[in-house]
């Protein structure tokens, strides 16, 4: 696989990314198209002694911040990093794209420069989050936060077949719809249109999921408007953040919880692997043309490694060509919004 | 003080009911007026050699449950004890009411036996949370999944007198409006309309406030349509549940983890008090012409007994007359939605 990675995106780039291209490249042997600044990137390897073997680079000059609008990914910044990788994507150049840069731009360069697929009204950002059971993929995450029933049935649809065929081995994705109860009545009409499409379609349909089941794994995919999940994955981050931050201060009050730190430390590992989200390398966008994963603004070379086999496995699982399938028989009958 | 509370309300009635009223009964010296079976009430407390004194009942045979449509207390149910402490509290019978039974029945018996003050078009229900920095109000938590700019307006000035009189001690509330950023123009119109309310209002209005933020304390009231707010209330929950159980699971691993457990246990009473809300009571219904409390469905006597300390702080602060005051001068141009 050729994978194509934005090497200015993120807090930590360029150095974090090209040290997770190189421990990729060496753990799975795919190839590695780097897009950004060419002599710094030489620079950066060299003075970090970072191979850059099975990897190339597209020289390009500029970056799009977190400052920056998203829109500019088509006007002023139109040449940086992550739109050059996007381009390359589009025109064949690779297999699939990562960045750690700005979501909005991502989502503006994807649905712009490498498109979506017909059918689907509206690309969307995919979060994947632990839980009790495995992860579980929350779409959408914040890109539209006003959504339509018909856009909300897509979005259970692509993340349907996302957590069966690469996170889930073929085991039919059990699809979960975002309410504020269990009962078939609760929500307002969007819940409820959405629930009648959800139900009668061909999927794993779990019925209404609360939030407070979704840390305990209760469905693999829950569907949501962006703002309410966006909403639900920003509170699990930062409920999860404050208490690690008190645990961590409660072991270093004194001798003894220092103590009781170095007993429990065995288990602590698996402890903070459940509240990790590197492992799943990023979040998808679903509903494009081509496999693009977001990974965490704050990545290191661990979250970018994962994040280019996490794309790769992406694009092998073929996941676009089975959306492309489901919405062919079923057009929506929108038209393309923007 | 004279608090009715529903005796027959939540999953521990009536027994945990009794008990916390008779622990307020003797901690704050209020009186008790039970609304339930009296014959029970008289003997769980014999059983339980619990004292009845400084408290009164109101014998009525019948109990709403989670089960019934919360329309029913109106009809079917009009009897049950939740509906009679409610038509008690609104003939004057007592300050505050207190109930751990349906949310969806009390916002309805508390909307038409209670009545909403002129000038608020719609109850919210206030859950009060815990954060790093004290408790956070997050209006509306869910009895409102619709919401218009003036409502939401309308709960965060609610919210504000709420958490500056009861709960902070006169230091103006910070004011938050719940959003997927905290640029002024992230959301959809919803949060730019009420965004403009909520600034050109007299309120300490600190913008914009993502979910992550909520449990580091940034905000003392979130603003939020109720249903983006059940989704944050319920996601708090729900991962520090999971956290917390798992961590108990790895403190019984082996003697190495059970002896780091007693070496951490003095610390972990501050910890297991950040996680609890058993302290705050339970959530006030603001825009009602008394003060109710919905305390939790599983509520044990120690958070009913908070929960009717809290009551009558909610009613000494006089809150409802400071709401009037303030919407007195600005009715809603909206009519009375049901």
């Known amino acids: 696989m050729r994978i194509i990675v934005d090497a200015f995106g993120g807090d930590n780039a360029p150095l974090e990314v090209i040290k997770g291209a190189a421990e990729a490249v060496a753990a799975y042997g795919h190839t590695v198209v780097l897009a950004g600044n060419e002599a710094i990137i030489r620079q950066t390897a060299k003075e970090n002694e970072l191979s850059l073997d099975g990897m190339e680079i597209l020289d390009c000059e500029d970056v799009i911040s977190m400052h920056d609008?998203?829109?500019?990914?088509?006007?002023?910044?139109?040449?940086?990093?992550?739109?050059?990788?996007?381009?390359?994507?589009?025109?064949?150049?690779?297999?699939?794209?990562?960045?750690?840069?700005?979501?909005?731009?991502?989502?503006?360069?994807?649905?712009?420069?490498?498109?979506?697929?017909?059918?689907?009204?509206?690309?969307?950002?995919?979060?994947?989050?632990?839980?009790?059971?495995?992860p579980v993929m929350l779409v959408d995450a914040g890109a539209n936060v006003e959504c339509r029933p018909e856009m909300l049935h897509r979005f259970g649809q692509m993340g349907s077949i996302y957590m069966t065929d690469v996170m889930g081995g073929g085991t039919p994705a059990r699809v979960g719809l975002l309410n504020i109860g269990t009962e078939d009545e609760k929500g307002s009409d969007l819940q409820h249109a959405t629930f009648e499409l959800l139900k009668n379609d061909n999927l794993n349909f779990v019925g209404n999921i609360?939030?407070?089941?979704?840390?305990?794994?209760?469905?693999?995919?829950?569907?949501?408007?962006?703002?309410?999940?966006?909403?639900?994955?920003?509170?699990?981050?930062?409920?999860?953040?404050?208490?690690?931050?008190?645990?961590?201060?409660?072991?270093?009050?004194?001798?003894?919880?220092?103590?009781?730190?170095?007993?429990?430390?065995?288990?602590?590992?698996?402890?903070?692997?459940?509240?990790?989200?590197?492992?799943?390398g990023g979040a998808p966008l679903l509903g494009l043309k081509k496999p693009v994963i977001k990974t965490h603004g704050n990545a290191k070379a661990n979250a970018v490694k994962n994040a280019i086999r996490v794309a790769a496995e992406f694009a092998a699982a073929d996941v676009i060509g089975k959306i492309e399938a489901v919405v062919a028989t079923e057009a929506e009958d929108e038209g393309e919004a923007e």
């Open 69 to 134: 609008a998203p829109r500019s990914i088509l006007r002023e910044h139109k040449n940086c990093s992550m739109a050059v990788g996007l381009k390359a994507l589009a025109a064949g150049d690779g297999d699939a794209f990562v960045s750690a840069g700005s979501t909005g731009a991502l989502l503006v360069g994807g649905t712009f420069l490498v498109k979506r697929i017909k059918g689907v009204s509206r690309a969307a950002l995919a979060a994947i989050m632990p839980t009790n059971k495995g």
């Open 210 to 280: 609360e939030a407070r089941q979704v840390p305990f794994g209760e469905a693999d995919v829950v569907v949501a408007d962006g703002f309410s999940g966006n909403v639900l994955l920003k509170t699990m981050e930062g409920t999860a953040d404050l208490i690690v931050q008190k645990l961590k201060a409660m072991f270093k009050t004194n001798l003894f919880t220092k103590l009781a730190y170095l007993l429990i430390k065995p288990q602590m590992g698996a402890f903070k692997k459940l509240l990790s989200t590197d492992e799943y």
